[in-house]
Structure formats: C-alpha cells, structure tokens
C-alpha cells in the first residue's frame, strides 16, 4: 500500500502506459497473410468500382449540363459593368456640376456683400 499512496513521476506514469499497451497488444488476434491478403484485396476493389462508379456520374453530370448550355458564357455581365460606369460617370459629373454651381453662387454673393459694404 505505500507504493500506491506514492505519486509517479511522468517516466514512470509514460512507462506504465506503455506496459499496458504491449499487455492489450499480446491480447489482440492477428490476422494470417491469407487472410490479410483477402481482406485487402476486397478493400482494393471496393475502392477501384467505387472511383470508376463516381467518375462515371461525375461524366454523366458533365454531359447532362453541357447540353443544357449551363456553361455558356452570358455576356450581359459586360453590358451590365459598362451601364454601371456610365452611371458613375453621370453621377460624378453631376456632383461636379454642382459643386461648381455652389462655388459659384457663393462667390457671387461675397462680391454682393462686399459691394454693398464699400457703397455702404
């Protein structure tokens, strides 16, 4: 019992562990190389018709959304960005124009003032 109440150090908690996995491992059934070559060579082909079957659909897709013409180019897009820069354009030129507009209205109205002062 006084062994027990004894904290481990890490070593010999990480021996321990692996103590305990080489136990388990002694426990374990392993298989013969007939069988592992059986095994294997169903997991192989389960994969192989698998990758052809999914290739087959993914072509099948392909084909299916060709002849609809899903993938044509539309070239609205082109006529949709060249209607936006011309909108900025007016929009720009716009604020242009007023801001001229103000500036020049506000000028107008110093030289208003200041005639006013100098006659006043």
Known sequence: MADKSKKKNVFQKIGQVFKEVRQE???S???TKE???NTSAVVLSVILFF???LSIISMG???LLDKANFYDEVEPTATVATEV???TEAVATEAVE???AETEAAVEETVAETAAESEG
């Open 25 to 27: 491992l002694r426990k």
């Open 29 to 31: 059934v392993w298989p």
């Open 35 to 37: 069988k592992l070559r």
């Open 51 to 53: 990758a052809i079957f």
């Open 61 to 63: 897709g392909r084909w």
């Open 85 to 87: 820069t011309a909108a």
């Open 98 to 100: 007023t801001e001229a």
